[in-house]
């Protein structure tokens, strides 16, 4: 393996909570029932598809395609208006540290995300530098566990797929990395996903496998 590609939300930094409250007030002014559950399900999910989830419990006026969009749009700056409170004390010093260590080891590392605010919060919590590319929502037309996030993400590190590896903390994200022709690796709740290569429980933990 010469390339590692990293999905942002729950394995370099968690903002579940952060979308979870964006996506609540859409949810409650709609008046669908909203909770933790179907939170996890939009894990790796793009936007426009985590809000078909949300609108499976929607018993109002049918909303056409402007009327969706709009509210994916009022999600997204309640949500960039949450990022704002993250800054680098927020980062795992186990996460830095171990991402400077691969770098060291002369590993290319990536960043494999559905999310269109993938360059703001590394910015905010001031890693940029750590990564060599990143391939997020801006640059792909499907989601998770279709495997075009990391497929680029590998084209950007100018490394064939098969020479590198996923580390993904969502099912939907190693199904992905499998459709890609790339290994995997399970953290969270991927981390007893059967279909994951290697099973990790702390990130840390990425040390012993390079």
């Not at 929607?58 to 994916?72: C, M, R, T, V, W």
């Not at 060291?104 to 590394?122: D, M, P, Q, R, V």
């Not at 084209?155 to 190693?174: K, M, N, Q, T, Y």
């Amino acid at each position: 393996m010469k390339g590692i590609i990293f999905d942002l939300d729950g394995v370099i930094i968690s903002t579940d909570k952060l979308h979870y409250k964006a996506w609540k007030k859409i949810a409650d002014k709609l008046n669908i029932a909203f909770d933790e559950k179907i939170n996890n399900r939009l894990r790796g999910v793009s936007r426009m598809d985590s809000l078909e989830i949300i609108l499976e419990g929607y018993q109002g006026p049918a909303l056409n395609k402007e009327e969706k969009e709009a509210l994916a749009d009022e999600k997204n700056a309640c949500y960039v208006e949450l990022l704002g409170t993250l800054h680098p004390d927020q980062m795992n010093p186990d996460v830095t540290d171990t991402l400077r260590y691969l770098r060291e080891k002369g590993l290319k590392l990536a960043i494999g995300s559905s999310s269109k605010n993938t360059k703001y919060i590394l910015h905010q919590l001031e890693i940029e530098n750590l990564f060599d590319a990143v391939s997020d929502g801006t640059n792909i037309t499907k989601s998770k566990p279709d495997p075009e996030v990391f497929i680029k993400a590998a084209s950007f590190l100018e490394l064939p797929e098969e020479e590198c590896i996923v580390v993904e903390d969502a099912v939907a994200g190693i199904d992905a990395a499998r459709s890609g022709h790339m290994r995997s690796v399970g953290i969270g709740d991927a981390y007893f996903y059967n279909q994951a290569d290697y099973h990790i429980k702390t990130f840390s933990e990425l040390k012993n496998l390079f």
